[in-house]
């Protein structure tokens, strides 16, 4: 029979209380233990302190939940288990990709032994049978401050990865993030012998629009264009502010003709309804350049060929009276007028 001491015995008090009321971000734990006093006790006590519960009396069962990412990030698990003991759990838990576990072993005794072998297998922390409520309280406590801290570095990474491949104003990508791309996508091409189109698209005449209704007005423009871009293209394209008004769209997979079809919808979706902005409704339309690299042939693709192609379509866009796109083959059709 387990030695708990009596004050990790009594239960907590039920009910509504202030603890039931509040209203704070819950944090999860799974109880891994196999004893049904301890497990109800710990269950209870977890409850009291607002924790989300889930509890096992076997390892496997553990086991089970843990190999979802969803599962609680605040471990609590029994040394001796039936199927699968916590130190073996521990050693599954850190060879898992996914988000971080806080693992709590608890032991049977104070073995050195046993404490290095259990912190070694990757548990974060222990607790000694029998353990007072208020260590197991203290412990659990630290191990949500470093839960804590380590989802706000997550948020922090994250928000920090978006920022540098994303442009401030449109958030869609930047001119680096959209540059690796193309790196990507041609290699990709080569590598599987498939079809990619490449996009090079202006807004006509945007320097107007900055003299005529001012910068601001300019920039939420922008943020539009962006945008209606961003949401014309499949999910599996790339879209990009390759510089001031200069956007840079990407289709893997896509051949000249469905090209030809996407690049008259980008068109489309910009100069086709006007851009609400606190001036007032703006009209704007959009050139483009687009370059279809086959999926074979002797030409040498590289992500400077293809730039320069489209980059060289755009110009006979523009030559030719904008608001049109021009396919870069060696015949230089145009495929879309206004
Ligand atoms: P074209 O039809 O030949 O492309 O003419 P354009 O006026 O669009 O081209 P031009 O290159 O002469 O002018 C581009 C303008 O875009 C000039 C620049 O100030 C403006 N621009 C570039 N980046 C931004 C930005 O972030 N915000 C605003 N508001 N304007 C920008
Ligand atoms: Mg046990
Ligand atoms: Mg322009
Ligand atoms: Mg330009």
New binding site residues.
């Given amino acids: 029979m387990s030695n708990l001491p009596v004050t990790a015995l009594s239960m907590p008090p039920t009910g509504a209380g202030p603890d039931a009321a509040r209203t704070k971000t819950q944090h999860a734990v799974l109880i891994a233990e196999d004893d049904p006093i301890f497990r109800r006790v710990i269950a209870s006590w977890f409850k009291r302190w607002d924790y989300r519960v889930t509890v096992v009396d076997n390892g496997l069962d553990a086991w089970e939940i843990l190999k979802h990412d969803d599962a609680p990030q605040m471990i609590v698990l029994d040394w001796m288990m039936p199927g699968v003991d916590g130190v073996e759990l521990c050693r599954r838990i850190r060879s898992r990709e996914g988000p971080y576990r806080y693992v709590l072993l608890l032991t049977a005794n104070d073995n050195q032994q046993d404490v290095v072998t259990g912190l070694e297998a990757g548990a974060d922390d222990y607790l000694t049978k029998p353990f007072d409520v208020d260590e197991l309280h203290a412990r659990a406590r630290a191990g949500t401050r470093i839960l804590d801290l380590q989802a706000a570095l997550v948020q922090a990474h994250d928000a920090l990865k978006f920022e540098s491949a994303h442009d401030h104003?449109t958030t869609i990508w930047n001119r680096g993030a959209i540059m690796e791309l193309l790196i990507k996508e041609v290699e990709r091409r080569r590598r599987f012998e498939s079809t990619l189109g490449v996009i090079m698209a202006?807004?006509?005449?945007?320097?107007?629009?900055?003299d005529t209704y001012?910068?601001?007005?300019?920039?939420a423009?922008?943020r539009e264009a962006g945008r209606r871009l961003g949401a014309a293209v499949r999910t599996y394209d790339w879209v990009g502010r390759y510089?001031?008004?200069?956007f840079l769209i990407i289709a893997p997979g896509c051949e000249a003709a469905d090209l030809v079809v996407m690049a008259e919808r980008l068109r489309d979706c910009i100069g086709s309804v006007s851009i609400e902005t606190t001036a007032g409704p703006i009209a704007v339309t959009l050139?483009l350049g687009v370059v279809a690299a086959p999926a074979q042939g002797r030409d040498v693709v590289t992500c400077e060929t293809l730039l320069q192609a489209a980059d060289a379509a755009l110009y006979v866009a523009?030559e030719r009276g904008?608001n049109r796109a021009e396919l870069a083959l060696a015949t230089q059709n145009a495929v879309a007028g206004s």
């Fill in positions: 104003l202006d807004l006509d005449f945007f320097k107007k629009i900055n001012g910068h601001l007005i300019g920039d423009v922008l510089g001031g008004e200069e050139s523009k904008r």
